[in-house]
């Protein structure tokens, strides 16, 4: 069953990487002291297991395996022992840093969330929903480098919205194959597309025109949220958080690259366009 752990800690600990290398949180960095690293494979593994819950499990179990999480957090919160490993390593971490239980629910709402709205009509809908699946990694992530400050907390849901809305764009083709499509609908009909345009070959001209309106809003976040969030941070949490900006914006410069042709050959970040960015944004307060 996709609840269980089937690999070692060091599998997990490998697994999680290669995970990571393929998204815009690049949370693995092996430059981060272990602590750091481990709290926050930790949590990283929390996600990707309701993650995959919400797009991997029989349609008909997911909503029984994320209840199993959710009583597991109780357990987490209450001090007793949770049944599932990932949780069992998560809870060294949330005692250890004293973090908060509702940004993991949040998490877990938004895949309960997956399971019954497949399509959203407008852009605030789909930033409403970045708010339970995107915005508590952000959160969670201040509370372990000890900087969750409320002007903080602000710009830090901008940059992970941003950042899930880039994922959106990147995985368009894939969430239609999984029944779901987080393009607004309204931006959808404004460009003359059909949701059938997301299960071709080659990306058309009009949906393209509708990932580069996405994608421009996403940029537009992560630069708001970038330049006040890095300023207000220091040491080992500026450096891990200009990660996550640095990814963004490798990211979007992938989608550009590739003229937003997300559906013949998904476009992903260069690695060394990432570390180039991410030196800039640790040393220049998140600019580009």
Not at 24 to 33: I, M, S, T
Not at 87 to 112: I, K, M, S, Y
Not at 124 to 151: K, N
Request: net charge positive; glycine share 8%; hydrophobic share 45%.
């Amino acid at each position: 069953m996709i609840i269980e752990s089937r690999w070692s800690a060091d599998e997990h600990d490998r697994a999680l990487d290669r995970l990571a290398a393929r998204e815009n949180f690049p949370v693995a960095a092996r430059l981060l002291p272990g602590r750091h690293r481990a709290a926050l494979k930790a949590v990283y593994g929390f996600a990707r297991l309701v993650d995959d819950i919400g797009d991997e499990a029989p349609p008909e179990q997911r909503a029984k395996l994320l209840g199993l999480v959710d009583d597991d957090l109780d357990r987490v919160f209450a001090g007793r022992t949770p049944s599932l490993p990932q949780l069992r390593r998560l809870a060294g971490t949330v005692h250890a840093n004293r973090l908060p239980a509702e940004p993991f629910r949040d998490l877990v709402r938004a895949n309960r969330q997956d399971q019954v709205v497949h399509r959203y009509e407008t852009f605030t809908e789909v930033t409403e929903y970045c708010a339970l699946s995107a915005a508590p990694v952000g959160r969670i992530v201040l509370h372990l480098f000890r900087a969750h400050r409320p002007a903080l907390v602000a710009a830090s849901d901008d940059v992970c919205t941003a950042l899930q809305l880039i994922e959106h764009c990147q995985d368009a083709g894939e969430d239609y194959r999984n029944g779901r499509i987080y393009l607004p609908g309204e931006d959808l009909r404004r460009f003359g597309c059909a949701e059938d345009d997301l299960a071709r070959p080659v990306t058309p001209t009009r949906l393209r025109g509708v990932l580069a309106l996405e994608a421009g809003r996403a940029a537009d976040l992560l630069d708001r949220g970038a330049a006040p969030l890095m300023a207000g941070l220091t040491g080992w949490a500026r450096f891990a958080v200009a990660g996550y900006v640095a990814g963004g914006r490798a990211a979007l410069a992938a989608l550009a690259r590739g003229r937003y042709d997300v559906l013949a050959h998904p476009p992903r970040p260069r690695r060394a366009g990432v570390l180039a960015r991410w030196a800039r944004a640790a040393g220049k307060g998140g600019t580009k």
